[in-house]
């Protein structure tokens, strides 16, 4: 029986492998690529952004060049990152950050180039990891997902924001919820799904459709970037020459430890819901520092530094997928423009995937795949040109992308109201980034919202108002657990964080 | 004073807010139509959220009543400092940059043809950013606003506003 379950899943990857090899598909791969690269390249726009910006060049194509398009666009984006880390020490997405802290160093003693040789490599590498553990993990993960009813869907929704909000805040884990939960009332606007009765809509016919999941990710990751990068003009240059990038077969070698390791951490963070890129690259290099023989060089030009950190945010896009096809909940803000993407192709991801559309995780996994080799081929070839790229002033760019993010708006519903909710959006994502609230549990709370909602009714309809049924449910139990242990070490830092400046404070007023 | 003090004080603004915003949700909840049960009802899963922000706004609150957030807004009510963040060249940046989007999104694009408005909010925009000499910034303006019209008409076939 296993084994006819394993043949069927080998069948299923030769088929999508057949089917993704064709000169079409591997030239949208290489374009979306190239432009990952170039736009994650540039300080101020992210890899959520170039998703962003380049999702309505998908509205127009089939659906699997569309998904073939946009991964080939967010594998580029995160590795690309990491030129304009190393060479101007401004991180071109905030996954790529961590990496500054060795790259930069590197391109000051003029070994800028060898540095992005490492990155490019250990992102190749990261991306083989996290494609492999995703095609053997995501199928078992489907099973465990089959047997979920409404109780561990709403304990799932509901963890997938509290986690979110846990990991990405520093300091004080409240902040996160409460942009979680703002999510989660953000998709209660609109008719309810069950009664068709309309919610929070202030009498406005256009609310009843609910707020668009696109143009308010547009708007939060778009429009706030773009606030945030021209509120203030940051003088940039780029130092030392692009001379070698490759590095010699040894220190190649040498990495192969670190980059297994990153890989594997890349994933395990990218399969946390919302965790994200910039958190994967930080652990992994928080790791290698540790573990590492020579990590008291980290942060002073350490190559071992740079192939952590890349391994790790690259790993994390496979990693990030396997929540988003096995239970429609997106691992990083880019798998979050990813999933919205594909719902607007009609595509459900969830358990009922592989029996809908049985070969669609392998098309994944093979179009990933496919990028990954171009990333790797374009990201040497283009090592040495991209210093031009990076010298473009970010006050003539900016301006142009907001008629991008119009566009990528309006395109998918053809409604000027969705380019007024993008914008009502990034102002809100200005001020709360603004606040140190973090964008990434908003999005999380969007998408969720109506999946908690509904599966919270219904469970408790079945249960008549019980809660007595959820002790007989396993995987529910440890889900409550889990986020009982979330609120209660989250509610824990916000104390100490509260204490700690408490006593800063006094201390201040009884010195002064 | 320093962004850790400054951040005490808009947090307990933010904490109030979420008190009262949490109140005003679990007040239009209840007011919703019960179709069987309250549990089944359009109103029950925001009257639970309501509860949420109410709890979390007061924990917020009282964070940030402990890290003297309120003798903070005293203090910029006496100094004025709500005056000097007007005069501030970030704040005032931002504001212009936020004034013209909403030129471009609310006024232009609903009336022009979106070359003409695209062109028009780069120009402004550019102008006002000191990005480039005056030819350059209307060169930048028109041949983006086309190309990217064209583009996105003509190649991917897509609508534009």
């Known amino acids: 029986m296993m084994f006819d379950s394993f043949l069927q899943q080998v069948n299923l990857f030769f088929h999508a492998f057949a089917a993704q090899l064709y000169l079409t598909n591997i030239l949208i791969i290489a374009f979306a690529t190239l432009m990952g690269i170039i736009i994650g390249a540039i300080p101020g726009l992210t890899a959520t952004m170039a998703l962003a910006l380049l999702i309505n060049l998908s509205y127009g194509m089939q659906f699997d060049l569309a998904i073939s398009f946009l991964l080939g666009v967010y594998v580029g984006a995160i590795m690309g990152g990491c030129y304009s880390a190393i060479m101007i020490n401004i991180p071109g997405t905030p996954a790529a950050a961590a990496t500054a802290l060795d790259g930069f160093p590197l391109a000051k003693r003029g070994e800028g180039g060898l540095a992005i040789g490492t990155g490019v490599i250990a992102s190749f590498v990261g991306m083989l990891i996290s494609i492999a553990c995703l095609i053997f993990i995501t199928p078992f993960i489907y099973k465990i997902a089959l047997k979920f009813g409404q109780w561990e869907y709403f304990l799932l929704a509901v963890f997938g924001v509290m986690i979110c909000g846990n990991l990405s805040t520093g300091k004080d884990p409240v902040k996160g919820w409460v942009v979680g939960f703002l999510g989660f009332f953000t998709a209660m606007i609109g008719l309810d799904k069950v009664y068709a009765y309309p919610r929070f809509t202030l009498g406005l016919l256009q ?306 | 004073m320093g962004k850790m003090d400054k951040m005490a004080a808009a947090d307990l603004i933010m904490g109030l807010f979420l008190i009262v915003f949490g109140g005003i949700a679990i007040r239009t909840s209840l007011n919703m139509k019960v179709y069987k049960t309250f549990l089944d009802a359009p109103g029950f899963f925001p009257f639970i959220l309501g509860i949420i922000f109410i709890f979390l706004g007061s924990v917020m609150t009282f964070s940030s009543f402990r890290r003297k957030g309120f003798e903070q807004i005293k203090q910029s009510i006496k100094n004025f400092q709500i005056i000097y963040l007007f005069s501030n060249i970030k704040f005032k940046r931002v504001m212009i940059l936020i004034a013209l989007m909403v030129i471009y999104i609310f006024i232009f694009i609903d009336r022009l043809n979106f070359i003409i408005a695209t062109a028009l909010y780069l120009f402004f925009t550019l102008y006002y950013l000191k990005s480039a000499n005056i030819i350059k910034i209307i060169f930048i303006s028109i041949i983006t606003s086309y190309l990217i019209s064209a583009f996105f008409t003509s190649f991917f076939r897509i609508p534009l506003p």
């Not at chain 1, 740079?306 to 429609?328: F, S």
């Not at chain 1, 140190?436 to 008549?464: H, K, T």
């Open chain 1, 207 to 512: 609310l009843k459709g609910g707020i668009s999941l696109i143009p308010a990710l547009i708007g939060v990751f778009g429009i706030s970037e773009i606030l945030i990068v021209l509120e203030e003009e940051i003088p940039y240059k780029i130092l030392g020459k692009i001379t070698k990038i490759i590095p010699s077969w040894k220190t190649i070698y040498s990495l192969i430890p670190t980059a297994i390791r990153s890989g594997i951490i890349g994933v395990g963070i990218g399969a946390v819901p919302g965790a994200g890129e910039d958190v994967a690259a930080w652990v992994a290099y928080d790791v290698g520092k540790r573990s590492s023989k020579q990590g008291e060089k980290f942060g002073t030009g350490c190559l071992e530094g740079v192939a952590a950190a890349e391994t790790a945010n690259n790993a994390c896009i496979g990693g990030a997928m396997i929540p988003l096809l096995t239970l429609a909940i997106p691992g990083s803000p880019p798998a979050a423009m990813f999933l919205a993407a594909i719902w607007l192709h009609g595509v459900q991801p969830g358990p009922m995937l592989p029996i809908e559309h049985p070969g669609f995780l392998y098309e994944v996994a093979i179009s990933l795949l496919i990028a990954t080799f171009f990333m790797l081929i374009l990201g040497l070839i283009i090592a040495k040109p991209i210093a031009s790229i990076l010298k473009i002033r970010r006050e003539i760019l900016m301006p142009i992308v907001l008629p991008l993010t119009v566009i990528g708006a309006y395109a998918g519903g053809v409604r000027i109201f969705d380019i007024k909710v993008t914008f009502f959006f990034g102002i809100l994502g200005y001020i709360l980034r603004k606040l140190d609230y973090p964008m990434a549990p908003l999005v999380l709370g969007i998408i969720l919202g109506p999946l908690a909602d509904i599966s919270f009714r219904q469970a408790l309809m079945q249960s008549r108002g019980s809660l007595i049924p959820l002790l007989g449910r396993p995987v529910g139990i440890v889900l409550l657990v889990a986020i009982a242990w979330i609120a209660y070490s989250g509610f824990r830092r916000t104390i100490e964080y509260t204490r700690k400046h408490t006593q800063k404070d006094t201390g201040m007023i009884q010195e002064g």
